[in-house]
């Protein structure tokens, strides 16, 4: 779900890093990151202020919790992705641009891109490296583009207009996977024309070599999709549509499948974000009064969940590390800001305990996005 909140040239080294890569989008939604063979060591995070006008880059060392912020400054609406040793930070609505840092190097981007055009905000939501290009998901338009990861030149675009819901405009692009050499996409495919109302999304898989579709699926409504590191699969989480249970599914490209694993119908609640490590998972609900945040731990064999707290800020998403953590960016938020703690709050993901307990990491700005390296 995509919340309207206030609107309060160089080549970069690359890296062997692991195949599987995510990205995260709209609706504080989840921003992921790679890792690196040699094991995940830092944190990059994006990062804004109470009323989302300014932002800044920040980091944490996963050894010892040392936070050095305020080493760039970036929109308040921003969001950041590592892929294939890159850090990719997007800065959106409005701001409509796409920087690529080396990792540990802030002082300026490698290279920065403006993906702005003549017909207002693009927005990007999401980035990945795939097949040697960059795919941009960008949330008010219906293709994405691909750029040159090098010059940042515009080289192609995917069409996603068979996707275009009744208002004729965006297919709400807000969250992005890559398996190997596919990208998958949530598409939450929301009537603008008739109050922002679900009109059925859709998982999308693209074929990186030719940038071309070559699937999809129907899947509830707002749809979003999340890694599962190390499996073949992709989780994804959609609100009830039709017909369709809300809750987490289990999309499995090779059997042509999506199925439901965890059934959120009747909660009071839809899945915001998900960090999954091995067969357990920890994600965040947002209640559908809005009024807060719940965190869950999940068994995404068994099918079970559990909430294990309830909370008033603005849970915008949840990174998983290859150390098994679930990091949650927790922003003032709107219900009780007075009393809201911003800062990261983190989980080990198997054992469903939190390690910052009642008192979240903290920075000098909220977390926005987190992705590791």
Request: hydrophobic residues 40%; contains cysteine.
């Amino acid at each position: 779900m995509t919340l309207l909140l206030p609107l309060w040239l160089a080549c970069v080294p690359r890296a062997d890093l692991d195949d599987t890569a995510s990205s995260g989008g709209a609706d504080g939604g989840g921003t992921d990151g790679g890792s690196t063979g040699g094991g995940q060591r830092t944190a990059v995070l994006t990062t804004a202020s109470m009323d989302f006008a300014t932002g800044s880059l920040a980091t944490v060392a996963l050894d010892g919790r040392a936070v050095d912020d305020g080493l760039a400054t970036v929109a308040g609406d921003a969001t950041v992705f590592v892929d294939q040793g890159r850090v990719l930070q997007l800065n959106r609505y409005g701001s409509d641009s796409l920087r690529i840092y080396e990792p540990g190097a802030w002082t300026a981007p490698a290279l920065e891109v403006s993906v702005a055009d003549a017909d207002g905000t693009t927005n990007p939501t999401a980035a990945a490296v795939c097949d040697g290009r960059i795919f941009l998901a960008l949330y008010e338009r219906q293709h994405l583009l691909v750029l040159d990861p090098d010059s940042g030149a515009i080289t192609g675009t995917v069409d996603l207009s068979a996707f275009a819901d009744a208002d004729g405009r965006s297919v709400e692009t807000g969250s992005m996977v890559r398996l190997g050499e596919r990208l998958y996409l949530g598409l939450e495919r929301l009537d603008r024309d008739a109050g922002w109302i679900d009109a059925g999304g859709r998982v999308v898989e693209v074929d990186c070599a030719t940038e071309q579709v070559t699937a999809w699926w129907e899947a509830g409504g707002n749809t979003r999709v999340f890694p599962w590191p190390g499996q073949e699969q992709v989780l994804v989480g959609a609100r009830a549509f039709g017909d369709q249970a809300g809750g987490l599914y289990v999309l499995d490209p090779a059997a042509g499948t999506l199925e439901l694993r965890i059934d959120l119908s009747g909660s009071g609640a839809t899945l915001a974000s998900l960090g999954a490590a091995g067969d357990r998972a920890v994600f965040t609900t947002l209640a559908d009064d809005l009024s807060g945040y719940g965190v869950h731990c999940g068994d995404l064999q068994a099918g079970s969940q559990q909430q294990v707290e309830q909370r008033p800020e603005y849970l915008q998403g949840v990174a998983a590390n290859d150390r098994g953590e679930a990091w949650i960016s927790a922003h003032w938020g709107w219900t009780d800001p007075d009393t809201a703690r911003p800062g990261v709050l983190i989980y080990d993901i198997g054992t469903c305990t939190s390690t910052t307990g009642d008192s979240p990491l903290s920075l000098s700005l909220a977390p926005t996005s987190i992705a590791f390296y």
